[in-house]
């Protein structure tokens, strides 16, 4: 099949572009010669419902799991944050065993993808996006000449990756649109990158801004949604996926208080107004040491 995508990124890896019908050959289990040297070469971003599946698996708040098992990276050339999984010095996850996974039950997208890659990519003239998939082949990975052929999709149900796709495709979506817009939406400045970190990876931290008297103030929001995101999660990162969309591209997904905006931008205007006033009065402070010890 040939199709061409608006693929909001160079590369010069041309794959072949792959659907759910389409039959791949692999098989990984204990047995093979390769078993873990794919886990002993790990180079794995995580998505917000990575997070979410492996802070609960390992009872850590979302601080503590981004503190003891990630690293931050840039995402693209406007310094978007993500994060990886940490490793140790040799490249291996942290949590790779002899027997396999620790958190197998739990591992994130990109390990239950593997050897398959995911795309989402937008057809040129079409203003939705499509998921589209590749194999990956390793030196390394042997799974490739086991004797078992199936299709992309019966190997993403194998799994478990229709409920990762669910959850992962909006916050995909918002990273492909970021991507594809370019100077349309402008560079985005500390604030909405700061934003965007918390509302993706620091779940805890988010619900904490949420929750507060400030927020409260600002979006018009029924006492129900604030007491199931106080537990929920999933709740809470669905959240966060409208609230990166209205401030990262001004879409409407969030109700605001009457005179909210009004009242956010005099409380700048003041702050700003207080900055100044402070920078003032230190750099007369300044210019009256330095006169006072010249004489």
């Known amino acids: 099949m040939t199709e061409k995508f608006d693929i909001p990124f160079k590369s010069d890896l041309v794959p072949e572009i792959l659907e759910n019908a389409d039959v791949i050959q692999f ?40 503190k003891q098992h990630t690293v931050p990276f840039k995402m693209d050339a406007h310094g978007v944050p993500g994060v990886k999984l940490k490793t140790d010095e040799s490249g291996a996850c942290l949590f ?17 993808y593997y050897p398959v890659g995911l795309m989402a990519m937008r057809p040129k003239d079409e203003p939705t996006d499509k998921a589209r998939y590749f194999l990956i082949r390793e030196d390394h990975c042997k799974g490739h000449r086991e004797e078992r052929r199936l299709s992309v999709g019966d190997y993403r149900k194998e799994q478990e990756l229709e409920t990762y796709d669910d959850m992962n495709r909006e916050w995909l979506q918002i990273n492909l649109k970021k991507r594809s817009s370019g100077p349309t939406i402008g560079e985005p400045s500390e ?37 199931e995101i106080e537990t929920d999660d ?23 208080r009457a005179g909210a905006l009004e009242k956010r931008q005099e409380v700048r205007k003041e702050h700003m107004a207080m900055r100044r006033r402070s920078e003032l009065e230190r750099h007369e402070k300044e210019q009256e040491d330095l006169l006072r010890d010249s004489t």
């Open 27 to 66: 098989r990984c289990h204990k047995g093979a010669s390769c078993f873990n040297a794919c886990c002993k070469q790990a180079d794995v971003t995580l998505t917000p419902y990575d997070i979410v599946r492996l802070k609960q698996h390992l009872g850590l708040t979302s601080e503590e799991f981004l």
């Open 96 to 112: 790779v065993r002899d027997e396999g996974c620790s958190v197998y039950g739990d591992r994130p997208t990109a390990c239950r």
């Open 234 to 256: 999933l709740a809470l990162m669905k959240f966060g996926f409208g609230l990166m969309k209205q401030v990262l591209f001004g879409e409407k997904t969030i109700p605001e």
């Open 191 to 227: 604030l909405s990158l700061q934003l965007f970190f918390m509302c993706s990876f620091d779940a805890d931290r988010f619900r904490r801004f949420v929750l507060s008297d400030s927020f409260r103030g600002t979006y018009d929001l029924e006492d129900g949604f604030y007491a």
